[in-house]
């Protein structure tokens, strides 16, 4: 098995082909520690890199898929970045993009739940075989990483509105509409928001006006970042990563920027903040996140909370945290049931696992007592 760089790498994207020999008889017994190989570290952004493949899956139990994944190596670092991995058709001498996502993942070398993102199911090694992209039985994967080092980009299919996206603070024209909000002021355009953030304008008139957004219960300079954030999404499409969107902050930044887009009627911002909280979840932040969805509503946040929580993986890391403390009765009581009902389905699973393999053992058993020797 060999490793080799491509030639294509700039300051902030790049790639890295990994060329897998000997795929047909590659299996994870032959791959040492873990059932994958992993590539030499690669260098994007000045973050380290490395891919790794798993010729069985990822799972505990061997699958026909092939498994990728990269991973942040980095110590103590955090970044967004877009990731497609691509297998190279050797035929056409073309790649083949077959895994990726369009809007930004959030890596964190500091935590083994965000320091790596891939797949299990690249693809099936029944279709890989005898396909183009095996040839003289190598198969060969590029990782093409593209850090968002000032802003994060995020795809759509359709254009939110027909106003044109522009710079934030937009110098081209004076505001007609200011915000104060935690001692901060932010100056801004009626046009813009009514096409993007119709929520802010509901106090508001067509003459020049100054808006004072007022919450008690958050009146920091960190609200005022989060609204920053928030205007500058409504310019741009796309959110500023010195927001504090890369630190270990990002999880209390995405929350004031879901709860401040389900008010002001940004649906788009609030499907990608809430996407991007249920996979940062951890032991010390999901109760509190947990109780935030359950009080403004946002049902698939909630759910992946309870989920998490009750998983016995997490249970009882959780259910110390101070933050598990401040949770309703009935939270608290809800995830508990989780966690009995996961771990009585375990149990279940476990004594069927063990009942058929007793079953089987019997059977080879009883044939060989039934063997004459001649």
Not at 29 to 38: D, K, L, R, T
Not at 255 to 278: D, F, H, K, P, T
Not at 306 to 327: I, K, Q
């Amino acid at each position: 098995m060999e490793t080799a760089p491509s030639s294509s790498m700039s300051p902030a994207s790049g790639t890295y082909v990994l060329d897998v020999h000997g795929f047909s008889g590659l299996r994870r017994q032959h791959c040492g520690g873990g059932g994958c190989i992993v590539s030499p570290t690669f260098t994007v952004a000045g973050l380290e890199w490395a891919i790794r493949y798993h010729p069985e899956g990822d799972a505990d139990e061997v699958t026909d898929d092939v498994a990728v994944f990269v991973v942040l190596v980095t110590k103590d670092a955090t970044a967004w970045a877009h990731v497609e991995f691509r297998l190279l058709d050797q035929a056409a001498g073309e790649m083949v993009t077959f895994f990726g996502e369009k809007d930004p993942i959030l890596f964190d070398s500091g935590r083994e739940d965000l320091s790596t993102w891939g797949t299990g199911e690249l693809a099936a090694r029944s279709f890989l075989d005898g396909s183009p992209y095996v040839a003289g039985d190598c198969l060969k994967i590029e990782c093409a990483v593209d850090v968002c080092r000032d802003r994060l980009t995020f795809h759509h299919d359709t254009p939110p509105s027909g106003e044109p996206f522009r710079q934030y603070p937009a110098d081209d024209e004076p505001a007609d509409v200011t915000f104060k909000i935690a001692g901060e002021t932010f100056p801004a355009h009626v046009s813009v928001l009514a096409a993007r953030a119709p929520g802010l304008l509901n106090n508001t008139t067509s003459q020049a006006a100054t808006i004072t957004i007022d919450d008690d219960d958050d009146d920091t300079p960190e609200a005022a970042a989060a609204f920053g954030a928030l205007l500058h999404f409504a310019y741009t499409d796309t959110l500023p990563v010195a927001s504090g969107l890369d630190g270990t902050g990002h999880t209390a930044l995405l929350g004031r920027l879901l709860v401040a887009a389900g008010r002001y009627g940004m649906a788009r911002l609030g499907a990608i903040c809430e996407r991007a909280m249920c996979r940062s979840l951890d032991a010390g932040t999901a109760a509190d996140t947990l109780a935030m969805a359950d009080r403004h509503g946002f049902d698939a946040l909630r759910r992946r909370c309870a989920e998490f929580m009750a998983s016995p993986d997490n249970y009882y890391f959780v259910a110390g945290s101070v933050s598990h403390g401040r949770l309703s009765p009935s939270l608290r009581r809800e995830v508990w049931n989780k966690y009995y009902d996961t771990c009585c389905s375990r149990y279940e699973e476990g004594a069927h696992i063990l009942t058929a393999t007793k079953i089987k053992l019997s059977q080879k058993n009883n044939t060989a007592d039934n063997v004459v020797d001649i």
